[in-house]
């Protein structure tokens, strides 16, 4: 069936690194841009990264531009997301996400993993 | 950076018309879409281009967007319908924006 299935998340020192993976299957990932989203515990929803359909181009929000990367294998039909110089504050469940063809929102979610970021 | 605000608590009761808001400099000629999310689960698309609603979503379930405001509306609001109501929408062609959330209760 269509669906995002995320992995890696954990618990990492500050400082240290960690990969996500978001697996997709049941559609033609190479023809969707793909997001992350993360939300703290206990907070709302914060965007994160995105890659477009053919990996040509990311973009980034300011919280984690210079540490984090976006990336994707339209052969595994796979996103990642590289996580650097993890902080305190990237604490969080990561969710990955389809922008829907042609209707400009997220129409398909992944079950989300959780980051934790602790000394 | 793009900021939307939405209220964040909104009480209706069972039956009853809720009425979600989410406020954003010049919305109106932006596309807003909304999402669900219940407690320890993913989000849910609900509303997408301000008032389409995805297969699968009742019509309960409506939107509107104008100006500087998008709306969410759930008439005939039911238990189910309880949870943390999210808008979003694009600062530039790719960039994700969403508002704090709002949480409904259905009292």
């Known amino acids: 069936q269509v669906q995002l299935v995320e992995s890696g998340g954990g618990v990492v020192q500050p400082g240290r690194s960690l990969r996500l993976s978001c697996a997709a299957s049941g559609y033609t990932f190479s023809s969707h841009g793909m997001h992350w989203v993360r939300q703290a515990p206990g907070k709302g929803l914060e965007w994160v990264a995105v890659v477009w359909y053919d990996g040509s181009s990311e973009n980034y929000a300011d919280s984690v531009k210079g540490r984090f990367t976006v990336s994707r294998d339209n052969v595994k039909n796979t996103l990642y997301l590289q996580m650097n110089s993890l902080r305190d504050e990237d604490t969080a469940v990561y969710y990955c996400a389809r922008r829907g063809a042609g209707i400009d929102a997220f129409d398909l979610w992944g079950q989300g993993t959780l980051v934790t970021v602790s000394s | 950076s793009y900021e939307l605000t939405q209220p964040p608590s909104v009480s209706v009761s069972p039956g009853q018309a809720a009425t979600i808001t989410c406020s954003g400099d010049k919305l109106g000629e932006k596309y807003a879409s909304w999402y669900h999310q219940k407690t320890g689960q993913s989000p849910v698309l609900v509303i997408y281009?301000?008032?389409k609603r995805p297969s699968g979503i009742p019509e309960r379930f409506s939107g509107s967007n104008s100006g500087n405001t998008a709306t969410l509306t759930i008439t005939g609001t039911q238990a189910m319908d309880e949870g943390d109501y999210y808008c979003?929408?694009?600062?530039?062609?790719?960039?994700?924006?969403f508002g704090g959330g709002t949480k409904l209760t259905v009292l």
């Open positions: 979003q929408t694009w600062d530039g062609s790719a960039t994700g924006v």
């Open positions: 281009q301000d008032t």
